[in-house]
């Protein structure tokens, strides 16, 4: 199925940036829950009235909510945990294959006893272990702070449940970047797509929120599928496109899969 020396090399070739990225989301999301107040409400509310258009930007309107559950879907969920993870899902991506094609490393690679099967199945295990362990982790770290410093405030089953939107939007990206990065022959032309397409849906998602005349342009990116919003809304198209999400992300490290196996590589 896999290769267990491989999975162990990569795993000790990336703990630093994976240990790196959950000490950053550790730090966002501690300050982030110390910041609350049930009184901040008013103060947003003011923001909102004032700047809607940055607010609405950024995916915080209703960040007045007087609930814990509602201030972190508006300023964890709709910022900070889009783009951290979305960074190292990028780095991670495209360290996995095209950074070995592009430097030559994937010929000896394929010089072991490891089939190329073997080999991109490897990766592929890497690229969602990884991914599921970073965002677990700020799970835990965000559930337990919130826990200790506003007890009862949070409710769990509505961040568990954003969390687990989260974990399959971020796999879509990083199903994505894998794909491209088992089309490519060199590292640059992988990270010029994997972070074009991302930043092009991040951008048209900040215009379709800033006003109803670009409203429709939601529907251009796939950063639409999970609304933090409909989430804590109970909405039952949440749960489906959640699904959908999870579904796509696994399509897409399969075709990557099989991209790899099918296709010439440099020597």
Not at 3 to 31: C, G, Q
Not at 181 to 209: D, H, K
């Amino acid at each position: 199925m896999f290769s267990w020396p491989l999975l162990k090399k990569e795993m000790k070739s990336i703990w630093v940036l994976l240990v790196l990225f959950i000490l950053i989301l550790t730090m966002y999301e501690t300050i982030i829950i110390s910041m609350f107040d049930p009184e901040l409400g008013n103060i947003m509310a003011d923001f909102e009235k004032a700047m809607p258009g940055i607010m609405k930007a950024f995916g915080m309107v209703g960040a007045a909510e007087a609930n814990l559950t509602g201030y972190l879907s508006s300023y964890l969920f709709n910022f900070i945990l889009i783009l951290f993870p979305l960074i190292f899902s990028i780095i991670l991506s495209n360290k996995l294959v095209v950074k070995y094609v592009d430097n030559g490393s994937m010929a000896y690679l394929l010089a072991t006893p490891i089939s190329r099967s073997k080999i991109i199945r490897t990766q592929t295990i890497v690229a969602i272990g990884s991914l599921t362990l970073l965002l677990t982790a700020s799970t835990i770290i965000g559930l337990i702070y919130s826990e200790l410093t506003f007890p009862g405030e949070l409710t769990i089953s509505s961040y568990l449940y954003l969390n687990i939107g989260l974990l399959g939007l971020h796999l879509f990206i990083n199903g994505f970047g894998f794909l491209i990065s088992c089309l490519c022959n060199e590292a640059r032309t992988a990270y010029l797509w994997s972070i074009g397409v991302p930043l092009a849906a991040f951008l048209i998602q900040m215009l379709a929120r800033q006003s109803e005349e670009y409203e429709f342009l939601k529907y251009a990116t796939f950063l639409t599928l999970f609304s933090p919003e409909n989430i804590l809304a109970g909405k039952e198209s949440s749960f489906w496109l959640t699904i959908l999400l999870f579904l796509l992300a696994f399509i897409l490290y399969g075709m990557g899969q099989i991209v790899f196996l099918r296709r010439n590589l440099p020597s």
